[in-house]
């Protein structure tokens, strides 16, 4: 794994295998103490539930519970913190993402982790730290992730 960072970025890195990016992942979210927001974006493959795996383990969930919820849209892990889990790459994008309820996510003991964020047609999360993480193929096995802070 290799990694740098910069002052509009928590971290860039590129990983080499599912596992490191979990770790990535993992280590974020270790940090956490509750009311966080992480917004996903990558092509299909391109790791995102891996990612949420990560985020379960470093808040003290089951990783192996974690599954695309692209049927179900939305799910949550209880541990230190709870993770909700949303994944909305079965929405249209015309709105319909109102209808889940994330605007009452993630409550103070809790993460709430998007993929397919792009499909947002809002962000409710006003004056909440919002993590973006971007993921990209980068050749066989490899990830190339770039984390990034926003304000709600």
């Known amino acids: 794994m290799t990694a740098s960072a910069d002052a509009s970025s928590l971290l860039e890195t590129t990983t080499a295998s599912e596992r490191e990016t979990e770790e990535v992942a993992a280590n974020l979210s270790s940090r956490f103490v509750g009311g966080e927001v992480v917004l996903l974006h990558g092509e299909l493959g391109a790791g995102k539930t891996a990612f949420v795996r990560g985020l379960a383990r470093g808040v003290g969930a089951d990783a192996a519970e974690v599954a695309s919820p692209t049927f179900v849209l939305l799910t949550e892990h209880p541990g230190r913190l709870r993770l909700h889990h949303?994944?909305?790459?079965?929405?249209?994008?015309?709105?319909?993402?109102?209808?889940?309820?994330?605007?009452?996510?993630?409550?103070?003991?809790?993460?709430?982790?998007?993929?397919?964020?792009?499909?947002?047609?809002?962000?409710?999360?006003?004056?909440?730290?919002?993590?973006?993480?971007?993921?990209?193929?980068?050749?066989?096995?490899?990830?190339?992730?770039?984390?990034?802070?926003?304000?709600?």
């Open 86 to 152: 949303a994944d909305l790459y079965r929405l249209s994008g015309n709105g319909d993402d109102r209808e889940l309820g994330l605007d009452e996510l993630p409550g103070a003991s809790g993460v709430l982790a998007i993929e397919w964020a792009e499909r947002l047609s809002w962000r409710p999360w006003r004056g909440t730290s919002t993590i973006e993480v971007f993921l990209e193929h980068a050749g066989d096995d490899r990830r190339s992730l770039r984390i990034v802070r926003s304000e709600g």
